[in-house]
């Protein structure tokens, strides 16, 4: 039980395009996900924490308008990586936990490069 | 906010002796402290965790130790084998915050 996935599990993508990445809990209801960013050789930084029908709550530093946060459904948050640049490529991971439960269970993780 | 320093970077021993783990954070009321192993492209792994109200936890070859006092806890692994190697982080959390903050990780290598 209590499976994230993550969609796609790479992707390449031009400079100044978008991409989409999806994550979702396939046997639980999420009521909060979460969004980080690794970079090569370096921790997960928290980029945003969403609840499911709530604005994200966006970290400091992480531009809110470039990456874009929709919590729609219990089991589906989406970011989306506007105009996206060479700075962008990370591996990018969600995690999800429901109700009072310590736990955050992970996604796969998605490696974007942006080319 | 929440701080989570950890030490060492990295980590060499001998297969079959112990390795140890230490972070501190600085968030008093921080109460949830979660250990995480993550293999190169992988997803992080939850291997123990531990709450405040405990000030030690085993798993087998894994456990964890916590000072609230000194704000610090330890991931102790013992008869340590090659599958062990690999990058692991702490983290701490406030329950009802929700918001993980993760050490800076350290790199575990097995020698055979």
Redesign the interface.
């Known amino acids: 039980g209590a499976v994230v996935s993550q969609h796609p599990s790479w992707v390449i993508c031009k400079s100044g395009t978008s991409v989409k990445i999806e994550c979702r809990s396939l046997d639980f209801q999420a009521t909060t996900m979460f969004w980080y960013r690794q970079f090569p050789k370096q921790s997960l930084m928290l980029m945003a924490t969403s609840n499911e029908g709530s604005k994200a709550t966006y970290e400091q530093g992480v531009e809110k308008d470039k990456f874009l946060i929709n919590h729609a459904s219990l089991t589906l948050s989406t970011l989306t990586v506007t105009s996206a640049h060479p700075e962008d490529s990370s591996f990018y991971i969600c995690s999800a936990k429901t109700g009072n439960n310590y736990e955050q269970y992970f996604g796969p993780g998605t490696r974007l490069t942006v080319t | 906010g929440e701080n989570v320093e950890q030490h060492p970077s990295t980590l060499s021993v001998q297969e079959g002796d112990s390795a140890v783990i230490k972070c501190t954070y600085s968030d008093s009321a921080s109460n ?1 402290f ?1 250990w995480y192993k993550q293999e190169l ?6 291997i123990i ?1 531990i ?1 405040s109200n405990v000030g030690e936890k085993k798993d087998q070859r894994i456990a964890v130790t916590l000072n609230k006092t000194a704000k610090h806890f330890s991931l102790h692994i013992t008869e340590t084998q090659p599958e062990d190697s690999a990058v692991y ?1 702490c983290a701490a ?1 406030v ?1 009802g915050n ?8 350290t790199r575990l290598t097995i020698i055979p």
């Not at chain 2, 492209?41 to 939850?46: H, W």
């Not at chain 2, 929700?98 to 990780?105: A, M, R, S, Y």
């Open positions: 949830y979660p492209g992988k997803r992080p792994q939850l965790d709450r982080f959390s329950f929700e918001k993980l903050t993760f050490g800076t990780g």
